[in-house]
Nanobody, 126 residues
């Protein structure tokens, strides 16, 4: 099992920034592919970003590319999401996810992840 705990959500005005963290425990963090997803009210959960086990490869949804940065610190068992130039349409519950299964890919689908955090609310006002 892997336990994931998100933090750093909150309310911000459009154009502002937030930094989300995802602290993990339970398995060797460096063996996990990690990802961020978000879900707005009435919408399906959507991919935001993913990062490879060693942190060298990242992948972003087009809607957040050039505004968000995903990173990880394997020494601290923690993943981050730096969100800049936030827009009202970024408002959602943000979830971190971990993949334990082997394999290669972009890992953009929720079905490709094995463990999930409880989510943290991000609200961007205009």
């Amino acid at each position: 099992q892997v336990q994931l705990v998100e933090s750093g959500g909150g309310s911000v005005q459009a154009g502002g920034s937030l930094r989300l963290s995802c602290a993990t425990s339970g398995r060797t963090f460096s063996n996990l592919v990690m990802g961020w997803f978000r879900q707005a009210p009435g919408k399906e959960r959507e991919f935001v970003a993913s990062i490879s086990r060693n942190g060298f490869t990242t992948n972003y949804a087009d809607s957040v590319k050039d505004r968000y940065t995903i990173s990880r610190d394997n020494a601290k068992n923690t993943m981050y999401l730096q969100m800049n130039s936030l827009k009202p349409e970024d408002t959602a519950v943000y979830y971190c996810a971990a993949r334990w299964r082997p394999g290669v890919g972009l890992f953009r689908s929720p079905n490709e992840y094995d463990f999930w955090g409880q989510g943290t609310q991000v609200t961007v006002s205009s």
